[in-house]
């Protein structure tokens, strides 16, 4: 069996952004692989050290040049090969999930694992949206996995707590944190990973049509009151500061 692990390449949580004519600017912004991503790059190396019949881990992104360096991680950390559809455009989750399911067939992968919410879109789109598209079983949030034949178990989160599930392959699933703590790559493997095959993919050959444009984007802002508090009266600046903490900033009940 192969598995297919969808890759994305997002800002550090710590990167500050800018705006560029009502565009997310990124340059000079520092970028890492996808967290929830890379809990997916590891599964599927736990999977294959557990005894798993996986005949090679693949792994995919589509997107700008940039996210080579997302493939590359993924490689060095031990993904045998990658495929890169690259392409500047911005699409919806809906239309990337035809790539995804042109992709799983023609690598014959009868599991994908997919982070269980980008960190850049903030959505939890993409692996329904393949599975639908796929007709596959989806187990969404999933926080233990283990593979057994054709048949894969584990447990994932709900409302209320988390629940065992059972499905038989093919199948896909989405990751969290909790899954798993990905590995380092290590520097032999970083340089075995610039010898692995990295291929490249023209978009146009997935008939790509997104069915959503962003037209506009902005950074919320909050901007300082500066409230400054009489301390001359300890009792009463104590009041004060606890009327502006509840009745302004409602920071506190």
């Not at 800018?18 to 997310?24: E, H, L, T």
């Not at 999930?97 to 850049?120: F, K």
């Not at 959505?123 to 034949?149: C, F, H, I, V, Y």
């Not at 709900?158 to 989405?174: C, I, K, M, Q, Y």
């Amino acid at each position: 069996m192969n598995i297919l692990i969808l890759v994305r390449q997002v800002p550090d949580a710590e990167a500050r952004v800018k705006i560029n004519a009502q565009q997310v600017d990124l340059d000079g912004a520092t970028l890492v692989i996808d967290g929830m991503d890379e809990y997916g790059v590891e599964e599927a190396l736990r999977l294959r050290e557990s005894g798993a019949p996986i005949e090679q881990i693949i792994a995919l992104a589509i997107g700008p040049k940039r996210n080579e360096d997302a493939l590359r991680t993924a490689l060095a950390m031990g993904v045998d090969r990658a495929i890169h559809v690259e392409t500047d455009e911005k699409f919806d989750a809906v239309t990337l999930s035809r790539v995804v399911a042109q992709v799983a067939q023609a690598e014959n992968a009868t599991l994908i694992l997919a982070g269980g919410q980008e960190a850049d879109w903030d959505s939890q789109a993409l692996g329904a949206a393949s599975a639908e598209r796929l007709g596959w079983p989806q187990l969404t949030w999933t926080n233990e996995l283990k593979l057994d034949g054709d048949t894969i178990t584990g447990r994932h989160d709900v409302d209320d707590g988390n629940e065992s599930f059972r499905a038989t392959l093919p199948a896909v699933v989405t990751t969290q944190q909790g899954l798993n703590e990905p590995r380092y790559p290590t520097l032999p493997n970083i340089m075995k990973a610039k010898k692995k095959e990295l291929r490249k993919d023209d978009p146009a050959g997935y008939g790509l049509s997104s069915k959503v444009r962003t037209v506009n984007a902005e950074i919320q802002t909050r901007a300082r009151l500066n409230r400054m508090i009489d301390g001359k009266d300890a009792q009463a600046a104590a009041q004060q500061l606890l009327d502006l903490l509840r009745n302004e900033a409602k920071v506190i009940a």
